[in-house]
Protein backbone atom coordinates (compact mmCIF):
# COMPACT_ATOMS: atom_id res chain seq x y z
CA UNK A 1 0.00 0.00 0.00
CA UNK A 2 2.89 2.39 1.21
CA UNK A 3 4.62 1.67 -2.44
CA UNK A 4 1.33 2.55 -4.04
CA UNK A 5 1.16 6.07 -2.57
CA UNK A 6 4.44 7.05 -3.23
CA UNK A 7 4.99 5.57 -6.90
CA UNK A 8 4.59 7.43 -10.30
CA UNK A 9 2.03 6.78 -12.93
CA UNK A 10 4.04 5.35 -15.64
CA UNK A 11 1.31 5.24 -18.21
CA UNK A 12 1.55 8.85 -19.30
CA UNK A 13 3.94 10.12 -21.50
CA UNK A 14 7.27 11.56 -20.88
CA UNK A 15 6.99 15.47 -20.47
CA UNK A 16 9.33 17.65 -22.65
CA UNK A 17 12.22 19.16 -20.88
CA UNK A 18 10.55 22.35 -21.29
CA UNK A 19 7.05 21.55 -19.88
CA UNK A 20 9.14 19.49 -16.82
CA UNK A 21 11.00 22.94 -16.08
CA UNK A 22 7.49 24.81 -16.66
CA UNK A 23 6.34 22.62 -13.79
CA UNK A 24 8.86 23.80 -11.59
CA UNK A 25 8.57 27.52 -12.48
CA UNK A 26 4.96 27.51 -11.52
CA UNK A 27 5.74 25.58 -8.30
CA UNK A 28 8.37 28.64 -7.94
CA UNK A 29 6.12 31.34 -8.84
CA UNK A 30 3.17 30.40 -7.12
CA UNK A 31 4.51 29.52 -3.53
CA UNK A 32 6.83 32.28 -3.05
CA UNK A 33 4.63 34.89 -5.37
CA UNK A 34 1.94 34.39 -2.57
CA UNK A 35 4.39 34.67 0.71
CA UNK A 36 5.82 37.75 -0.86
CA UNK A 37 2.12 39.04 -1.25
CA UNK A 38 1.20 37.39 2.58
CA UNK A 39 4.36 39.18 3.55
CA UNK A 40 2.98 42.62 1.92
CA UNK A 41 -0.25 42.29 2.98
CA UNK A 42 1.00 41.52 6.98
CA UNK A 43 3.49 44.71 6.88
CA UNK A 44 1.15 46.96 5.08
CA UNK A 45 -1.44 46.17 7.78
CA UNK A 46 -3.87 44.84 5.36
CA UNK A 47 -3.99 41.63 6.65
CA UNK A 48 -4.69 42.53 11.04
CA UNK A 49 -2.02 40.09 11.75
CA UNK A 50 1.17 40.20 13.90
CA UNK A 51 4.55 40.12 12.09
CA UNK A 52 5.11 37.50 13.84
CA UNK A 53 3.39 35.47 11.57
CA UNK A 54 5.98 35.74 9.15
CA UNK A 55 7.97 33.76 10.86
CA UNK A 56 5.88 30.65 10.32
CA UNK A 57 4.84 31.81 6.70
CA UNK A 58 8.36 31.84 5.10
CA UNK A 59 9.34 28.18 6.73
CA UNK A 60 5.68 26.45 5.42
CA UNK A 61 6.73 28.17 1.91
CA UNK A 62 9.75 26.69 1.37
CA UNK A 63 9.02 23.45 3.05
CA UNK A 64 6.17 23.29 0.86
CA UNK A 65 8.26 23.73 -2.32
CA UNK A 66 11.12 21.39 -1.23
CA UNK A 67 8.56 18.61 -0.27
CA UNK A 68 7.34 18.93 -4.20
CA UNK A 69 10.75 19.21 -5.42
CA UNK A 70 12.08 16.28 -3.42
CA UNK A 71 9.32 14.03 -4.40
CA UNK A 72 9.91 15.00 -8.13
CA UNK A 73 13.33 13.84 -7.90
CA UNK A 74 12.21 10.23 -7.44
CA UNK A 75 10.22 10.80 -10.85
CA UNK A 76 10.48 7.77 -13.32
CA UNK A 77 11.05 10.39 -16.33
CA UNK A 78 14.78 11.78 -17.02
CA UNK A 79 13.03 15.09 -18.04
CA UNK A 80 11.63 15.92 -14.89
CA UNK A 81 14.54 14.90 -12.61
CA UNK A 82 16.51 16.76 -14.43
CA UNK A 83 14.41 19.79 -13.90
CA UNK A 84 14.70 19.65 -10.68
CA UNK A 85 18.31 18.99 -10.42
CA UNK A 86 18.06 22.55 -12.58
CA UNK A 87 15.31 23.95 -9.88
CA UNK A 88 17.94 22.71 -6.99
CA UNK A 89 20.26 24.57 -8.15
CA UNK A 90 18.59 27.78 -8.35
CA UNK A 91 17.15 26.88 -5.33
CA UNK A 92 20.83 26.77 -3.42
CA UNK A 93 21.65 30.53 -5.45
CA UNK A 94 18.70 31.88 -3.34
CA UNK A 95 19.61 30.17 -0.10
CA UNK A 96 23.59 31.52 -1.22
CA UNK A 97 22.37 34.97 -1.22
CA UNK A 98 20.33 35.10 1.64
CA UNK A 99 23.63 33.78 3.39
CA UNK A 100 25.78 36.40 2.15
CA UNK A 101 22.85 38.78 2.92
CA UNK A 102 22.89 37.40 6.32
CA UNK A 103 27.08 37.49 6.60
CA UNK A 104 27.59 41.39 5.76
CA UNK A 105 24.36 41.89 7.93
CA UNK A 106 26.18 40.16 10.98
CA UNK A 107 29.80 41.75 10.09
CA UNK A 108 28.18 45.38 9.87
CA UNK A 109 25.62 44.94 12.09
CA UNK A 110 23.12 45.98 10.44
CA UNK A 111 19.91 43.48 9.65
CA UNK A 112 17.80 46.20 6.82
CA UNK A 113 20.55 44.57 4.29
CA UNK A 114 18.69 41.52 4.63
CA UNK A 115 15.95 43.65 3.13
CA UNK A 116 17.83 43.10 -0.47
CA UNK A 117 17.15 40.28 -0.50
CA UNK A 118 14.18 40.64 -2.53
CA UNK A 119 16.00 42.59 -5.49
CA UNK A 120 19.00 40.01 -5.51
CA UNK A 121 16.56 36.99 -5.64
CA UNK A 122 15.01 38.68 -8.96
CA UNK A 123 18.54 39.11 -10.42
CA UNK A 124 19.07 35.67 -9.93
CA UNK A 125 15.79 34.45 -11.83
CA UNK A 126 17.48 36.98 -14.09
CA UNK A 127 20.84 35.35 -14.18
CA UNK A 128 18.76 31.88 -15.00
CA UNK A 129 16.43 33.07 -17.62
CA UNK A 130 19.87 34.65 -19.58
CA UNK A 131 21.08 31.04 -19.20
CA UNK A 132 17.87 29.82 -20.45
CA UNK A 133 18.35 32.44 -23.37
CA UNK A 134 21.72 31.40 -24.53
CA UNK A 135 20.91 27.85 -24.39
CA UNK A 136 17.95 27.95 -25.94
CA UNK A 137 18.11 30.87 -28.33
CA UNK A 138 14.75 32.24 -27.76
CA UNK A 139 14.18 35.81 -27.85
CA UNK A 140 11.13 35.33 -25.48
CA UNK A 141 13.65 34.47 -22.62
CA UNK A 142 16.23 37.10 -23.15
CA UNK A 143 13.04 39.23 -22.75
CA UNK A 144 11.71 37.95 -19.18
CA UNK A 145 15.86 38.39 -18.45
CA UNK A 146 15.82 41.94 -18.94
CA UNK A 147 12.73 42.31 -17.64
CA UNK A 148 14.00 40.43 -14.27
CA UNK A 149 17.02 42.35 -14.04
CA UNK A 150 14.41 45.73 -14.21
CA UNK A 151 11.95 44.24 -12.03
CA UNK A 152 15.12 43.80 -9.56
CA UNK A 153 16.14 47.45 -9.70
CA UNK A 154 12.61 48.55 -9.43
CA UNK A 155 12.18 46.71 -6.18
CA UNK A 156 15.69 47.83 -4.64
CA UNK A 157 13.99 51.39 -4.62
CA UNK A 158 11.38 50.42 -2.96
CA UNK A 159 14.33 48.44 0.07
CA UNK A 160 12.31 48.54 3.88
CA UNK A 161 8.86 49.40 2.67
CA UNK A 162 6.34 47.12 2.46
CA UNK A 163 5.65 47.79 -1.37
CA UNK A 164 9.10 45.82 -1.77
CA UNK A 165 7.08 42.56 -0.74
CA UNK A 166 4.27 43.28 -3.37
CA UNK A 167 6.54 44.03 -6.04
CA UNK A 168 8.81 41.29 -5.90
CA UNK A 169 5.64 38.81 -5.56
CA UNK A 170 3.74 40.43 -8.67
CA UNK A 171 7.51 40.06 -10.37
CA UNK A 172 7.41 36.48 -9.65
CA UNK A 173 4.33 35.81 -10.95
CA UNK A 174 5.02 37.98 -14.43
CA UNK A 175 8.72 35.95 -14.65
CA UNK A 176 8.19 32.73 -13.22
CA UNK A 177 4.55 31.68 -12.72
CA UNK A 178 3.39 32.58 -16.13
CA UNK A 179 6.16 31.59 -18.28
CA UNK A 180 5.57 28.29 -16.80
CA UNK A 181 2.51 28.05 -17.86
CA UNK A 182 3.54 28.49 -21.33
CA UNK A 183 6.12 26.01 -21.18
CA UNK A 184 3.77 23.75 -19.49
CA UNK A 185 1.65 24.24 -22.70
CA UNK A 186 4.32 23.75 -25.01
CA UNK A 187 3.88 27.12 -26.54
CA UNK A 188 7.46 28.16 -26.01
CA UNK A 189 8.81 28.08 -29.67
Same mark, same amino acid.
Not at 93 to 96: E, L, M, S
Not at 112 to 123: K, L, N, Q
Given at each position: MTAAAVSFPT?????????????FLVLAGAVFGTANLFQFGVLSGLLHLHPAVLSLSWPLAVAG???VLFRLRRSPFATVRRAAAWSRFTLA????GALVLLGLSIVLKDW #???? %????? /???LYGVAWIIAAVRTRTL? #???? %????? /???????????????????????FAFALTPGLILMSG???
Open positions: TSPEPSLSAAVGRFLTGQIG #TIMR %AMSAV /GMAW #TAGL %AVGCL /GASAAISLLLGTPAQYLAYGLSLRDR
